[in-house]
């Protein structure tokens, strides 16, 4: 949108708010209205935002209608599991899905099927909630990091290849906060090296990278459920792929090693945990589809219109989106935050004047890897037994070289899906609390 439109649309009911002023030197504003929420003035938003997740009365028969079944676990190819598999799917337009107890399982499940083992690498985004890290540490492999780039949060594709090693046996990449990584880009390192790619899709219901929909662009995708999500069933998983014997084998490794699908009379031929989700939850989830649809529409036209209004911020870097027709899940809105732009102001300082403002946001994910969890997978016996010395050490040490990934932790601010369901005015209303911020940056900093 260009800026003067823009301008046009940003609808501030009485509050007169200028933010061009901060490029153009002082906007004639009434006394005090201007004053940032932060340093005493009135908060640009006092309407909140909804909680979640969300339940509907109407669904209760259907969840009732489980219960009363006495039919609870997925024991047959029949029922809610079932159901839920073949919609998920086709709604992705994925030739199959398999349901899991949770995205933690699913990553685990996928990887295993694909051939990670003790000793492999894979290759996988470090800006991530922490299950992408631990899928591959219980598969007894080691996460090998590629750098994130800061302009799109996601994996930079030119930082995988300089990680391949002969260990490697595949790449995660994460649609982090929903934002669909470049595949294009990275497809084409993995079927060089012959490696597999699993998407960590937990965060991207319904996204889309050029047109597919997430979970559907690489060998195997994976979902999460849990209550935070958009489509939340308490604790919840899917495996999505174009392809039918790897989903098979999929749901063999979920459920015991028992043959179904493609491998239908093999007896025990695989190995198998017990990864099942309940048909309770495969209800809850059926139910929720319209609603994952309608809202998904609701926060990508939000999110347009918040990224129009705070790209013309001096400071404020909202995503690059990699391709066009790429409509991200926005799981979180994240943008750059420039503290050079805003006097110096650190970004904590930032977050708690936006706080300020009846906006609630956060500063997303740290640098994990220095939390502790590698330490002690590196330290533990079985890794131990399966890397040299020095093997783990260059490992350790290379998470320095991680500089993209220390910018994107140290500048990013996040705000939740949550606020990208209000009313489309509240977008306007963000940009109005964040330019007022930008403008009043040096007393804000000062105080
Ligand atoms: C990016 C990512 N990967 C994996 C997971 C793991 O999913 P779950 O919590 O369902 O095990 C999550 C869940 O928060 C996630 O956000």
């Not at 990584?181 to 079927?191: F, S, V």
């Not at 098979?248 to 490794?253: F, I, K, L, V, W």
Request: charged share 20%; hydrophobic share 40%.
């Amino acid at each position: 949108m260009e800026r003067r439109g823009f301008l046009r649309n940003v609808a501030l009911g009485s509050v007169a708010v200028s933010w061009l002023g901060a490029r153009r030197g002082p906007t004639v504003l009434a006394a005090g209205i201007d004053k940032p929420a932060v340093l005493g003035g009135t908060p640009l938003y006092k309407g909140g935002f909804t909680s979640w997740p969300q339940w509907r009365q109407d669904w209760e028969p259907a969840i009732l209608k489980v219960f009363r079944s006495g039919r609870w676990f997925r024991g047959s190819s029949s029922g809610e599991v079932p159901q839920f598999e073949e919609a998920w799917a086709k709604l992705l337009g994925a030739k199959k899905a398999l349901a899991t107890a949770s995205g933690t399982t699913a990553l685990t499940v996928a990887l295993h099927v694909l051939g990670v083992d003790a000793g492999d690498e894979v290759i996988v985004s470090p800006f991530t909630f922490i299950a992408s890290y631990n899928a591959i540490l219980a598969c007894k492999a080691l996460p090998v990091f590629a750098d994130t780039d800061p302009a799109t949060v996601t994996l930079d594709p030119a930082t995988i290849e300089s990680r391949i090693t002969d260990r490697t046996k595949a790449i995660m990449p994460v649609h982090i906060y929903g934002i669909p990584c470049d595949m294009d880009a990275i497809n084409p390192t993995a079927r060089k090296h012959k490696l597999g790619v699993v998407e960590d899709a937990c965060q991207a219901w319904l996204a889309s990278y050029k047109g597919n929909k997430a979970g559907t662009l690489g060998d195997l995708g994976c979902f999460s459920f849990q209550e935070s999500k958009h489509i939340p069933a308490g604790e919840g998983g899917a495996i999505t792929s174009m392809r039918e014997e790897l989903i098979d084998r999929c749901q063999s490794y979920h459920s015991c090693g028992q043959a179904v699908g493609t491998f239908q009379g093999k007896g025990s031929f695989t190995r198998g945990m017990n990864y099942r989700m309940m048909h309770v939850q495969a209800a809850l989830l059926l139910e929720q589809f319209d609603k994952l649809r309608q809202e998904t529409a609701l926060r990508q036209s939000n999110a347009d219109r918040l990224s129009a209004g705070l790209r013309q911020i001096p400071g404020i870097a909202p995503m690059k989106l990699p391709g066009e027709n790429t409509r991200p899940a926005w799981h979180l809105f994240p943008f750059g935050y420039d503290a050079q732009q805003f006097h110096g102001m650190p970004r904590n300082r930032f977050i708690q004047a936006l706080g300020a403002e009846g906006i609630p946001c956060g500063g997303g994910y740290r640098e994990q890897y220095n939390d502790g969890l590698l330490d002690e997978a590196i330290q533990s016996r079985g890794f131990q037994r399966l890397w040299s010395a020095a093997r783990l050490k260059a490992y350790r040490d290379s998470f320095q070289e991680l500089k993209g990934n220390q910018k994107t932790c140290a500048n990013t601010v996040t705000l939740s899906q949550r606020v990208l369901l209000a009313d489309p005015s509240v977008m306007d209303k963000i940009v109005a609390a964040v330019a007022r911020i930008q403008k009043h940056s040096a007393a804000i900093a000062k105080a």
